[in-house]
Nanobody, 124 residues
Framework: QVHLVESGGGLVQTGASLRLSCSATGRPFRNYAMGWFRQAPGKERDFVAAIIWSSAQIDYAESVKGRFTISKDNTENTILLAMNNLKPEDTAVYYC?????????????????WGQGTQVTVSS
């Protein structure tokens, strides 16, 4: 089994920054892409950002472009999400995920493993 552990969430004010981390551990696995999604209460799980492992190609949701930055650490199977200029609408549980095979990185159905999520709350 592959385990994903997120950390770094918290309660911040509008305009603040947070950095989320996600580490994948467990049995060896093929890593096509790792991504971040978020889910606010009563809403669907939305794409935030993803990185294709081999090419380092990156994709962002329009709502976070210019504010969030995704990066990876090859040796640790870890991804980071630096979130700047946070807004109340960024409030959600943030999940990281791994896609083992080719997938549309913005579609949660393409991911095989998910973390437990970390809460990000941005107060106005």
């Amino acid at each position: 089994q592959v385990h994903l552990v997120e950390s770094g969430g918290g309660l911040v004010q509008t305009g603040a920054s947070l950095r989320l981390s996600c580490s994948a551990t467990g049995r060896p696995f093929r890593n096509y892409a790792m991504g971040w999604f978020r889910q606010a209460p009563g809403k669907e799980r939305d794409f935030v950002a993803a990185i294709i492992w081999s090419s380092a190609q990156i994709d962002y949701a329009e709502s976070v472009k210019g504010r969030f930055t995704i990066s990876k650490d090859n040796t640790e199977n870890t991804i980071l999400l630096a979130m700047n200029n946070l807004k109340p609408e960024d409030t959600a549980v943030y999940y990281c995920a791994v896609a083992q095979g080719f997938a549309t990185v913005s579609d949660p159905r393409g991911y095989d493993y998910w973390g437990q999520g970390t809460q990000v709350t941005v107060s106005s």
